[in-house]
């Protein structure tokens, strides 16, 4: 579940945000997106692994690519896709597991 997650997030981030797609097929994936996000905040072990990779090999990504920097409409997707998600996730651990 760890690995299809990891691999099926930033397609999903990037299908929503893929202007040539349909404006439907858009809408029905950020649900199919909210809906793993929900589900993964039932197990935040995980959740903080998917986030967390992801925002550690984004926000590196983003500081070797040139010319992309953090306050670029590419830096605050990455922020509001992975650090936002990373945050909840940590919260919804420690509040469930103390």
């Known amino acids: 579940m760890i690995v299809s997650t990891v691999l099926c997030y930033p397609f999903f981030v990037g299908s929503i945000l893929f202007p040539p ?3 439907v097929v858009r809408l029905v994936v950020l649900v199919c997106t909210l809906f ?3 589900y993964l905040l039932s197990i935040p072990e995980v959740a903080i692994l998917v986030y967390g990779f992801w925002s550690v090999v984004g926000t590196l ?3 070797l ?3 992309i920097g953090l306050l670029s409409l590419a830096g605050v997707v990455l922020v509001v896709a992975t ?3 990373l945050g909840v996730s940590i919260l919804t651990f420690r509040i469930l597991r103390p």
């Open 61 to 63: 990504g983003l500081l």
């Open 36 to 38: 793993m996000f929900a």
């Open 65 to 67: 690519w040139p010319g």
């Open 83 to 85: 650090w936002v998600p």
């Open 21 to 23: 797609f349909p404006l």
